[in-house]
Nanobody, 121 residues
Framework: VQLVESGGGSVQAGGSLTLSCAGSGWTSRDYCMGWFRQAPGKEREGVASAYTAGDSTYYADSVKGRFTVSLDNRKNTVYLQMNSPRPDDSGMYYC????????????????WGRGTQVTVS
């Protein structure tokens, strides 16, 4: 399994940024892909996730209404549209994969990308 994030960078508060994560190395269609983030000195936290079938998406309370996660299961690619980011959204953003359909269980993600840095100023 390989997960490769892209799209990170610097953005002004109130702007927008879109992250992408391209996955490869599996054929199952029963999985979740999600986004986590970690700020310096803080624990990694789940941000948003989506399931391959249907419109099941999950969000941390801190990003609801501002971020949108979407999953293209034909490409094994997950996106995170970040609207109106705030400085406290800054951190390293990681893409992750969980097998099965329990996408809201942040502890169930077992495959990880290397991360992409997001800085909001």
């Amino acid at each position: 399994v390989q997960l490769v994030e892209s799209g990170g960078g610097s953005v002004q508060a109130g702007g927008s940024l879109t992250l992408s994560c391209a996955g490869s190395g599996w054929t199952s269609r029963d999985y979740c892909m999600g986004w986590f983030r970690q700020a310096p000195g803080k624990e990694r936290e789940g941000v948003a996730s989506a399931y391959t079938a249907g419109d099941s998406t999950y969000y941390a309370d801190s990003v609801k209404g501002r971020f949108t996660v979407s999953l293209d299961n034909r490409k094994n690619t997950v996106y995170l549209q970040m609207n109106s980011p705030r400085p406290d959204d800054s951190g390293m953003y990681y893409c992750a994969l969980a097998w099965g359909s329990v996408c809201e269980a942040w502890s169930g993600y077992t495959e990880w990308g290397r991360g992409t840095q997001v800085t909001v100023s």
